[in-house]
Nanobody, 126 residues
Framework: VQVVESGGGLVQPGGTLRLSCAASGITLDSFAIGWFREAPEKEREGVLCLISSGGDLYYSDSVKGRFTVSRDSAKNTVNLQMNRLKPEDSATYYC????????????????????WGQGTQVTVSS
């Protein structure tokens, strides 16, 4: 199984980026997919957003209203649309494949992940 993120880059504050998470050897539709980020010299944040196998969504307060996660089943990818980006969004972004397809409401941070990508760098700067 291989999981690969793409789409990172440099963007000005207020700009947009679209990240993709692609996988081989596994069908992403069958599992919950989470997006995480880790800024330099900081610990990885808790899960930013989740999409379940059934299409349920979760967003952390830090990205709610600005980020949107979606699936492209035909391409076996999960996308993260990031709007109104802020300098504090600068980080390496990772997608992860959960061991299950869903989660218990309120326990979004307790999912176990089987596979992680290598990350894609996002820099928000003028």
């Amino acid at each position: 199984v291989q999981v690969v993120e793409s789409g990172g880059g440099l963007v000005q504050p207020g700009g947009t980026l679209r990240l993709s998470c692609a996988a081989s050897g596994i069908t992403l539709d069958s599992f919950a997919i989470g997006w995480f980020r880790e800024a330099p010299e900081k610990e990885r944040e808790g899960v930013l957003c989740l999409i379940s196998s059934g299409g349920d969504l979760y967003y952390s307060d830090s990205v709610k209203g600005r980020f949107t996660v979606s699936r492209d089943s035909a391409k076996n990818t999960v996308n993260l649309q990031m709007n109104r980006l802020k300098p504090e969004d600068s980080a390496t972004y990772y997608c992860a494949v959960a061991e299950t397809g869903d989660w218990v409401t309120g326990a979004e941070g307790l999912l176990d992940y089987a596979y992680w990508g290598q990350g894609t760098q996002v820099t928000v700067s003028s």
